[in-house]
């Protein structure tokens, strides 16, 4: 059983975390993605030391950032989906809180794909759930029958890099996302050419843009 102090560093350690994932994203949104470890550590309140035991470079420290939002803005808006009666408002749902994070998270984005993160096994569960919201929106007749698995990850590229040629704050994203949503209707749809299987290497590097 741990003792008080052993509690208490532990506390303390978490809270250091917090607070450094936290002034990674706000870091990085105010001074961008090549903001350095040593003014991240400054904004937190920690000693550069502390900043790099727990992260020893920007890649992973971008990355534990990106999963801090990813529990914030995408987790709930899942867990809320999933018990919506509306499958194509809950699909949207999602779609948009990722596009949100997208957006609010850009630099970090950046920042992290710059630095070489991979980040395919926060995103898993993500990409699990927009399959099976989709496949309850087809089953209810809401979204085009033949839209498959793979198609989901590449529509989900289209919309984030669409972030790079607009100012993420202004969410002129959303009138894209319209226009995929309109397409993505059975009203009026064309056939679509078979889908082809995803690379193996096309995940984790894209997701965020």
């Not at 950032?65 to 499958?87: S, V």
């Not at 994070?101 to 759930?129: F, Q």
């Amino acid at each position: 059983m741990a003792t008080d102090p052993e509690r208490l560093l532990r506390t303390d350690a978490a809270r250091n975390v917090e607070r450094i994932l936290r002034s990674a994203r706000k870091v990085f949104t105010e001074s961008g993605p090549d903001a350095q470890l040593d003014e991240i550590a400054q904004h937190a309140g920690v000693g550069s030391r502390t900043l790099y035991r727990r992260f020893p470079n920007k890649a992973v420290l971008a990355k534990a950032a990106l999963e801090q939002g990813i529990a914030e803005y995408i987790a709930p808006a899942i867990e809320q989906a999933l018990l919506d009666d509306d499958p194509l408002r809950a699909l949207t749902s999602v779609i948009d809180a990722a596009m949100g994070l997208a957006a609010h998270e850009h630099n970090t984005l950046a920042a992290a794909r710059r630095a070489g993160a991979v980040i395919s096994d926060a995103i898993g569960p993500y990409y699990t759930s927009l399959t099976l919201l989709t496949r309850r929106a087809q089953q209810a007749g809401r979204i085009r029958a033949d839209l498959a698995p793979e198609d989901l990850p590449r529509i989900m590229a289209m919309l984030f890099s669409l972030l790079w040629t607009m100012d993420p704050a202004s969410e002129g994203w959303r009138r894209y996302l319209s226009l995929i949503l309109d397409g993505m209707s059975p009203a009026a749809a064309t056939p679509l050419p078979e889908p082809v299987p995803l690379r193996p290497s096309s995940q984790p590097r894209n997701w965020p843009i």
